[in-house]
């Protein structure tokens, strides 16, 4: 296995800790790995064997209570009950396809479409976040003529051969196609100087690989990014830098197609997109993770115009995708995140979980570099404080080790898999702040000793 | 647009119809035509808005009662309570990913593993059948080190760019990939002979396309079909004919991927599996539509020894495949199938069906011409008597608008559109068999006359 990322499996299981193992989860792996494909990897040395999640919690076989700190995919919280009675009315009465007329598909295409800008007025469904950036990969190329796609040097955009092509975060042995460049990663931290200098830079680089594209026989065709780059290590300031660069795509013909599948839904709290923390208007959208709360249901919305390129020739049929089930599960995670106002939930607790892990990097200088995040998505930096931020990737991993230990589940991100990703369900509470804080605090120290 | 086959849209709505149609129609229409992509076709120049479902029966919003004969995904039935009350207590409970540990996604891997040839011995899930595909052709691209691929001259396999590039039902817009070639549709009503004279005609097809692959510098990898040949126009027969070609394709180095997203989970009544009819050991076996009656989950069950070509190298991560809600429906289904003995049931009623259906070809000699399928999988072709088997598409399309108005629901396949695809849920009765026969009856003396 040559990856590097956490994408997939820095931490994954290893036989070094079968020692540490119960007899009962030594014979799961054992019989998961005597039936299902070697690709799948377990989270963990000591790997989870999770049974009941409510909320921001999940508790294993042996009623141990976790924090989820992790799974943003369960975005209104695990097991809401909205959105298991809007699944279970629905499932009763019908679950059919997009080729018969069904009422709740036009509601909730009209109701999302209503919190996205104006521009971006027709919506289509799949199952999963690849299925999205996959049409919408096609969708830009026929619209634009050209081939040549961008995306961040760390990106995970899907599974299928035309995504994981774009995916540097699969690793070294999955190899990019050959009509893909890739942009350096939005380092702030790094990277330092003023926002205009950031942003001047930023752009200076999509114009080089917009060029190189170019020089290399490649029509430019899209730019296609998760604007908080999360896998990219959590990349959300300084905020507007984004958008210099997409009017570079702009101005060279091409189309941005906003991922949204990481911080879309109300979780950076700015906004209920992204993108629309940066002031951008995307050409397309794609959805996924937390828009049917786990029920499998994702989505490409897009200009008209840009669309139409596509779907005056060519038809598109997915089975699952948009069917009444799903639709119920999505448009009951919709109603929630507006009853319960979750973005200003998101924004008001993410403000203050981020000063209190800024308080604990000020107590570990040796250990954290940075920490920054917007509303529910935070990135915590593991560097040394060597003058160099030279990045910590084992005390990374050895963190959400000790973290898994003391009941705190998460993982780790970005290009050095050094920045631990905090990403909880949006029924994480103020009172959850401290449970995170001080064991991230008590596992430093432990580390650091 | 330039499709051909019902894969998607030869019997869309058209405009021309629309003074047909309710006020209420009308308006959901003219809604949906505004928020959602122009790629989505709809069922009929009326449209049905259908609201409830029930074994093998739906209604529409104004209470009109239909006989299913078209889906299969909601193979054991619409709305079986054994999938609504497993699906339900799952979401109660749990429903997070396989980076960690879950009984059910093991428990449900052996099960469905000991349903395969033992050979087949490792399972990996997916959300929808294109994804299955997807996956299967990269890793049997990644176990032959040859891209060649061979398709059915009218095959369907998915949504993907891959997979879409190996899907000659999309019509002609749809480019298919280089590597790609198409074999003759084994239409064993038009080529006729004896069973060995086609199975020695069809295995000498496969060897031309392989030569043809290698001609153009492509090394063979695979041949990709559903061994019911569903969008070819349902070929079942004669059993057994497939085999050999399958063994020129292993002589030649490459790998057979059954596609079972039609065919497979008991349909066909003389095998849980439609390769199995056939007696043949594929190499890998892909899974959608019925596997979960609904809530979206696929597999690719595989030899150990060809996926591993491709996950000792590479990672895979499909945030909801094999998730405890869809794992939970799958389970439900595999149980209630065995159950419920719904693979027995399959054969003896689809018997009894096929023998009323071919008693209705006897009384249209001048508009049916050939009945042929296996268990709940039935062929109706509709062809001129004319000596020549002209391929009748008008009167087929023509046929499922009136079998709309008369309340049974279906639609048409092949590369001529001219096949009536009966496939109804396998909750079909012996009961049924009249409402569906007398009314294919009453349309066709309505079209003669
Ligand atoms: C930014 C981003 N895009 C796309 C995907 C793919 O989504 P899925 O696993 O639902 O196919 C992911 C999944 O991790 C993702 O993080
Ligand atoms: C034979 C076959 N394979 C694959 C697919 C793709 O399945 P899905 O729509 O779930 O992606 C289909 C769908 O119609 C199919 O009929």
Known sequence: MATKSSIMDTNSYSDDYSSLLSNTTRDM??????????????????PVNLVRGQGQYLWDAEGNKYLDMYNNVAGIGHCHPAVVEAVTEQMKLLNTHTRYLHERIIDYSED????????????????????????ALRVAQEYTGGTGIIVSREAYHGTSALTSGC???????????????LIETPDYYRHGGTPEEFTAWY?????????????TGYKFSCFLADSIFSSDGVHPNPVGFLKAAIDVVHKNGGVFIADEVQPGFARTGDAFWGFARHGIIPDMVTTGKPMGNGIP???????????AAFSDKLPYFNTFGGNPVAIAAAQAVLNVIKEEKLQDHCKVVGAKLLKALQEVKDRHPDSVGDVRGAG???????????GKKTPDQQKALDAIELLRDNNVLTSVAGPYGNVLKLRPPMAFQECDIDWIASTL????????S
């Open 167 to 181: 995916s540097p975060a699969l690793g070294s042995e999955q190899p990019l196609l050959p009509n893909v460049r």
């Open 297 to 307: 249901i994702s989505g490409l919305a897009a200009k008209h115009e840009v669309l």
């Open 441 to 448: 605090d008590k596992c430093l120290h432990q580390l650091e």
């Open 29 to 46: 792996i054992n019989r998961r790995e005597k039936w299902m494909g070697g690709a799948y990897r377990l989270f963990y040395r000591k």
């Open 112 to 135: 999302l479409l209503k919190m996205m800008p104006d521009e971006i007025d027709k919506i289509m469904f799949m199952c999963t976040g690849s299925e999205a950036n996959d049409l």
């Open 376 to 386: 529910l998505f935070i990135g915590f930096e593991l560097a040394k404080n060597d």
């Open 203 to 215: 752009l200076g680089e999509m114009q080089k690989k917009i060029d190189e594209l170019a020089a």
